[in-house]
């Protein structure tokens, strides 16, 4: 395209995108409509295709097949440059040779604003950094960076922000720290962040909707509460928490419970917790052994007794492969 996108706004859409190399599809038939002002999520593991995904909505790659639009604009294949959207990289990308001003006001003075001053101030002070305006990159703890990279992206005011495993290169307490100051900023702010990590607790401490991601498509969409309440696939429940899946059958319904059956055990769950598509099923528990004031801890293949409240039971597909999404061996699982 030979038009200028800088002004279009709106959701992002991207509708049926494909993306090969060769015989491989790094994302297969991609649907996906990105919220103007929200936090999403891209979240999977390495090879899922949410890299890709970004790349192709910055401009760097180019479907091979489908479509980008920003609001009505079509930006499929518009230039990097031209479109409005900024990205924040995990290595930051700071200028050395620039102190911090002059990082952040690079991009309004390619713009051709000459008085950038009030800008610049207004994002050091929102990433509470003025006092090391003067300084170097290097003269700068790798937190205080990443908010400068931040700075810098958020300071041209773009209609999206594009986050590439921006937290990856922190220790864990810092990048605790900076979830909650990235969702606190992108509130402030009112820009739609587009957030890609393999990183399950980033994303379901900073996103409002979160994509999980596996082999080019999109396993499941939703809320960080109703993917991990939820899980429509053994691979999301693996993948968001700790979960033992216990073989069963579906022996019968009552009103809007179904009636399964774990191993001669007949316990009642809610149908709208259910995801089979036969009488075969999985169903989730998680059990932990808690710090029992001295008592001796068990010994594996000790007998014990457990119990659940089965509404809090859901029912995944008895033809999955019980280990997607984990790196469980299969061998382990069946010993446990």
């Known amino acids: 395209m030979s038009f200028d996108a800088s002004t279009a706004r709106g959701d992002l859409i991207l509708t049926r995108i494909t993306k090969e190399y060769g015989d491989f599809k790094a994302v297969d038939d991609l649907t996906l409509t990105i919220p103007k002002g929200s936090f999403f999520a891209l979240l ?44 924040v990289f995990q290595n930051y990308a700071l200028f050395p040779h620039l102190t911090i001003f002059e990082n952040i006001a690079f991009g309004l003075r390619r713009r051709g604003i000459k008085d950038v001053d009030a800008e610049v101030n207004k ?53 605790r720290q900076m979830q909650i100051e990235l969702k606190w900023i992108q509130k402030e702010v009112g820009l739609t962040f587009v957030h890609v990590t393999h990183d399950q607790e980033e994303a379901m401490t900073m996103a409002d909707t979160i994509a999980v991601m596996n082999e ?60 089979a598509v036969d009488n075969s099923i999985y169903a989730e528990l998680i059990v932990f052994e808690q710090n029992d ?26 033809d999955e492969d019980v280990t997607a999404g984990s790196e469980v061996n299969p061998e382990v699982l069946d010993e446990e």
Request: aromatic share 6%; net charge neutral.
């Open 44 to 87: 999977g593991p390495y090879g899922c295709g949410k890299t890709t995904t970004l790349r192709m909505i910055a401009g760097l790659e180019e479907p091979t097949v489908g479509s980008i639009h920003l609001g009505e604009t079509d930006i499929t294949t518009t230039k990097p440059y031209q479109r409005p959207i900024n990205t």
């Open 123 to 175: 994002v050091l002070n929102l990433v509470e950094l003025p006092h090391l305006a003067g300084r170097k990159p290097t003269q700068l703890s790798g937190g205080q960076q990443q908010r400068i990279a931040l700075a810098r992206a958020i300071v041209n005011r773009p209609a999206l922000l594009l986050l590439d495993e921006p937290l990856g290169a922190l220790d864990l307490k810092l990048r």
């Open 216 to 275: 080019g498509q999109i396993e499941q969409m939703g809320s960080p509460a109703d993917l991990y309440d939820n899980p429509e696939t053994a691979f999301v429940a693996n993948f968001l928490g700790q979960s033992n899946l216990i073989k069963g059958t579906i022996s019968g319904n009552d009103g809007d419970s179904i009636i399964a059956d774990l191993y001669g055990q007949k316990i009642s769950l809610p149908k709208k917790r259910s995801h």
């Open 293 to 318: 004031d001295g008592v001796a801890p068990f010994n594996k293949g000790d007998a014990v007794n457990i119990s659940w409240n089965p509404i809090f039971t859901f029912a995944l597909r008895g």
